[in-house]
């Protein structure tokens, strides 16, 4: 429930209707808007000034269901977090502009069975097959980011990393395993995804020379500090290649553990570790797919993308002034201003705290283009003021941790690892705080599968899989119609009025916020921690063995 503290007198938002049919081909999908997206952005007119509030946000929470704890969330001061935002409290609480009291995101209340029924299983199955970001990048040669967005068979991931993760045409992106941020980034909900990283040059080389052993120790150390670890386990390093002792046993050897330090190695040895803070020039490379179905019937990250999305820290703010950035956009929310977004235009926008964001999604015709500039104010919603966040990002926080994490994403070779600071699998305890699947508790599939008539989880039978896989992956049949549903999404690029491929009309999502209508009762609010524990779940399956 992403929410801004402001009060304006009043902003005219606007609605969107739409009648859409399809036929077994793109090009024969008719459709007719009585208002179309595009045309706010044609006519250089704002469509939803608080598109920071995502859909989420309007989630008729009955006092009890609580999908908000995931983004927001108070630390206590001896944390001594970069995050300061500290908006637990938005859990009770909507706090939202006059603007953002109606929900603008239409789409939601759109009844896309009807317009799927006419597609066919057969042209939907193939259409995800098509491999729309090879074209991407040769049409847009001459994009100040090409270079920077750019992988090699990026579509098809088993050609374009090898099994550590490092991506094999050179460019130094590495792919990492991750467990999916609950629950829009859960297949079963309408996507699949990934998540590359790639460090600056200097992180990446020892004298001016590329060098493995520096590049995987400086990510392992990365990640030591953004999850506050002391020690990890890495890739075979060899000391000896290094001239360092990373693992404090006094020798030079070939080793699988190494301890934190205060800087890098390599050529970035001059720079700290800065406590949950990534180095300048972090960059990260996320695709949004549709959902691919093998010829048995199971799902995997298709080949045809939704979106590239790409994030750089152009420049490195210390912890002071992180604090002093969050600090003026608490002013600026005291003095009723609307969210800012800075526009750099090709280059996508400016989230304040030091990072370029930027995106591209689908055409009417499925080629992949860049994100207008009222798309991409959407993304600050969660990579900019949200207090579950480190350094404004989710994912990386989220790797199974060490040597194991370093690949590309595979979920069958995860369990529902807990939180820190819980016991039991994070999304068995998020499904039973949300009383859902999703946020919306809408999705059928995952109630009927996971959910007792009472209302209550099947606790023993979730906890029993192997597996997340098995756990938020969809049936073959309902894949198909999500893929449908975003399909017309797509072919109306009626982005700015959702994203999110809903089957039905949404019913437990408010249409307005009325004044003094509390979300959630205090007896279900919860803390969380975005970081999982992953030591939990080693000494877990060690006492099984």
């Given at each position: 429930m992403r929410t801004r503290l402001i009060w304006l007198s009043s902003i005219a938002t606007a609605l969107f209707s739409a009648s859409c049919y399809a036929n077994e081909s793109a090009a024969e999908y008719k459709h007719t808007n009585t208002l179309k997206a595009l045309d706010f952005i044609k006519q250089n007119e704002i469509y939803n000034p608080e598109s920071v509030i995502p859909p989420q946000c309007y989630t008729k929470t009955e006092g009890k269901h609580n999908p908000c704890m995931a983004c927001h969330q108070s630390y206590p001061s001896t944390d001594k977090r970069p995050n300061i935002l500290n908006d637990g409290d938005l859990q009770g609480d909507y706090q939202f502009s006059e603007a953002g009291m109606t929900n603008s995101w239409t789409n939601l209340f759109v009844d896309r069975s009807l317009k799927i029924k006419d597609i066919k299983d057969s042209f939907i199955s193939e259409w995800v097959k098509e491999d729309n970001y090879h074209s991407f990048i040769n049409d847009h040669e001459n994009h100040p980011q090409i270079e920077a967005i750019k992988l090699d068979n990026l579509a098809l991931p088993k050609k374009a990393f090898f099994e550590n993760g490092l991506a094999k045409d050179g460019?130094?992106?590495?792919?990492?395993?991750?467990?999916?941020?609950?629950s829009t980034f859960w297949p079963t909900n309408g996507s699949t995804g990934d998540v590359m990283i790639r460090l600056d040059k200097s992180f990446r080389q020892l004298k001016g020379e590329d060098n493995l052993d520096v590049y995987f120790a400086n990510l392992s150390l990365l990640e030591m500090s953004m999850k506050r670890l002391d020690s990890i386990t890495v890739p075979d390093l060899d000391e000896n290649k290094l001239q360092e002792d990373l693992n404090g046993d006094g020798k030079l050897s070939v080793i699988t553990t190494m301890q934190k330090r205060g800087h890098y190695l390599g050529d970035a040895k001059k720079v700290p570790l800065t406590d949950m803070l990534y180095p300048q020039g972090t960059e990260f490379l996320h695709t949004v797919r549709y959902i691919g179905v093998d010829e048995n019937g199971n799902p995997y990250n298709a080949e045809r993308m939704k979106e590239v999305r790409y994030m750089k820290k152009h420049a490195f703010k210390n912890k002071r002034k992180v604090a002093i950035t969050y600090h003026r956009e608490g002013k600026e929310?005291?003095?009723?201003?609307?969210?800012?977004?800075?526009?750099?235009?090709?280059r996508g926008i400016d989230n304040g705290f030091s990072w370029t964001i930027n995106g591209f999604i689908e055409?009417?015709?499925g080629q992949l283009r860049q994100q207008h500039y009222q798309e991409l104010q959407s993304c600050n919603g969660c990579h900019k003021t949200v207090g579950t966040t480190i350094d404004q990002t989710f994912s990386f926080a989220r790797k199974v941790e060490g040597a194991k994490g370093w690949g590309y994403i595979n979920l069958k070779t995860q369990k529902d690892t807990p939180t820190l600071g819980?016991?039991?699998?994070?999304?068995?305890?998020y499904l039973q705080r949300v009383g859902g699947g999703d946020?919306?508790?809408?999705?059928k599939e995952m109630l009927q599968k996971w959910f007792n008539q009472d209302g209550s989880v099947k606790k023993v039978q979730v906890?029993?899989?192997?597996?997340i896989y098995e756990l938020?992956?969809?049936?073959?049949?309902?894949?198909?119609?999500?893929?449908?549903?975003?399909?017309?999404i797509m072919k109306e690029q009626s982005y700015l009025f959702g994203r999110d491929a809903t089957l039905g009309v949404a019913t437990n999502v408010l249409e307005k916020v009325e004044d003094n209508m509390p979300p959630l009762e205090e007896d279900f609010r919860y803390g969380f921690d975005i970081r999982l524990d992953w030591a939990q779940a080693e000494n877990s399956e060690s006492l099984k063995e």
């Open positions: 460019s130094h992106w590495v792919a990492f395993n991750y467990k999916p941020f609950p929310k005291e003095f009723e201003q609307l969210p800012r977004t800075i526009n750099l235009r090709e055409d009417e015709k819980q016991q039991q699998g994070e999304f068995l305890t946020e919306f508790r809408q999705n906890q029993s899989l192997p597996n938020i992956m969809p049936s073959k049949r309902r894949a198909l119609d999500l893929n449908k549903a975003y399909f017309t």
